[in-house]
């Protein structure tokens, strides 16, 4: 599933957290990595062969040191739109996933790449891993497969990463949460038939559990819960020590809204721990 991955990199010092963090996707079968750094061909103009000869020792430096954590590795500069040019190379090069590095609190600002990030989130046609990079220790030992929590609204995308989750219980995913928000816009004018939903949706989730139970040997935990729906799945991360968050980009939502727009910006935004997010398209 993850046997081929492409790692957006700056070469600053922040891009070392998530070359630190490399040696645990090995636990999802990850063996090649594609590293990938771009020039935006609008910033650099005439002076891109000089960028690229002063930037490529950098670069050599971090193939070299993926290459230590025994990955396969392949790298490239490459010159146009960063977001564009990162889409493309994941397909060219067939990568089932998109890693990038996010500073976090500001997807347009303050996310690795600069506003790359948030224009590949947004354009993706593969599923792209969101690394928090932050001052604190590096993720050499993170385990993603320790506890897995998957928001599902029921949407198409919802499905499509549902998908995805399956493939990480056969990797070997030790815990797995299932988790439904009742919307507290919507509950507000619907309150007498909160019971009812709960209900609809509890037995949603366990053909889920059902399904994942089929796929592999994994405790699966359900809830549903009301409230404002980022923020609850935010207090699910934090307070069940969750490792990694498996969630589509897109949802039904209550006005017909990208779910990218709101709940999983706003997840990724404040998530403690990597995001998965999974594209409608496959």
Same mark, same amino acid.
């Given at each position: 599933?993850? /046997?081929r991955? +492409?790692?957006g990199s700056?070469l600053s010092?922040a891009?070392e957290q998530?070359? *630190?963090?490399? &040696?645990?996707l090995?636990?999802?079968?990850? %063996? %090649?990595?594609?590293l990938?750094?771009?020039?935006?061909?609008?910033?650099? &103009?005439t002076?891109? %062969?000089?960028?690229?000869h002063l930037l490529?020792?950098?670069?050599?430096r971090q193939v070299? /040191?993926l290459?230590?954590?025994?990955?396969?590795v392949?790298?490239?500069?490459?010159?146009?739109?960063p977001?564009?040019?990162?889409?493309r190379?994941?397909?060219e090069?067939?990568c089932?996933? @998109?890693?990038l590095?996010?500073?976090?609190?500001n997807?347009?600002? !303050?996310?690795?790449l600069g506003g790359v990030?948030t224009a $590949?989130l947004?354009?993706a046609t593969?599923?792209v891993l969101i690394?928090k990079?932050?001052?604190? #220790?590096? +993720?050499?030992a993170? *385990?993603?497969l320790? !506890?897995?929590?998957y928001?599902?609204?029921?949407?198409?995308?919802a499905?499509v990463?549902f998908?995805y989750? /399956?493939e990480?219980?056969?990797?070997?995913?030790? /815990?797995v949460?299932?988790?439904h928000?009742?919307?507290? @816009?919507? &509950?507000?004018?619907l309150k007498?038939?909160?019971?009812?939903f *709960?209900?609809? !949706?509890?037995e949603?989730?366990?053909? +889920?559990?059902?399904?994942?139970?089929?796929?592999?040997r994994v405790?699966?935990?359900i809830?549903?819960?009301?409230g404002?729906v980022?923020?609850?799945?935010?207090?699910q991360?934090k307070? #069940?020590?969750?490792s990694?968050v498996?969630?589509?980009?897109?949802?039904? &939502?209550?006005i017909?809204e990208?779910f990218?727009?709101?709940?999983s910006?706003k997840?990724?935004?404040?998530?403690? $721990?990597?995001?998965l997010l999974?594209?409608?398209?496959?």
């Amino acid at each position: 599933m993850f /046997k081929r991955v +492409l790692f957006g990199s700056d070469l600053s010092p922040a891009t070392e957290q998530i070359i *630190n963090a490399a &040696g645990s996707l090995r636990r999802l079968g990850t %063996e %090649e990595i594609m590293l990938v750094h771009c020039l935006n061909i609008r910033d650099v &103009g005439t002076l891109a %062969e000089t960028l690229i000869h002063l930037l490529q020792p950098e670069l050599t430096r971090q193939v070299e /040191k993926l290459q230590q954590l025994g990955f396969a590795v392949k790298s490239e500069i490459r010159l146009g739109l960063p977001a564009v040019e990162i889409s493309r190379a994941a397909q060219e090069n067939d990568c089932a996933v @998109i890693v990038l590095g996010s500073h976090g609190y500001n997807l347009t600002k !303050d996310i690795l790449l600069g506003g790359v990030a948030t224009a $590949v989130l947004h354009t993706a046609t593969r599923p792209v891993l969101i690394i928090k990079i932050t001052t604190a #220790a590096p +993720l050499t030992a993170w *385990n993603p497969l320790a !506890d897995i929590l998957y928001p599902t609204d029921f949407s198409d995308n919802a499905e499509v990463a549902f998908a995805y989750l /399956k493939e990480i219980v056969q990797a070997g995913a030790e /815990k797995v949460t299932l988790l439904h928000i009742q919307d507290q @816009i919507i &509950g507000k004018h619907l309150k007498d038939r909160l019971a009812e939903f *709960n209900r609809i !949706d509890e037995e949603r989730l366990s053909r +889920l559990r059902d399904e994942l139970l089929s796929t592999g040997r994994v405790p699966v935990n359900i809830e549903v819960r009301f409230g404002l729906v980022a923020q609850e799945i935010l207090n699910q991360i934090k307070s #069940a020590g969750v490792s990694m968050v498996v969630m589509g980009t897109q949802g039904r &939502g209550h006005i017909g809204e990208m779910f990218l727009g709101s709940v999983s910006n706003k997840v990724v935004r404040y998530s403690p $721990v990597p995001v998965l997010l999974v594209p409608l398209v496959r």
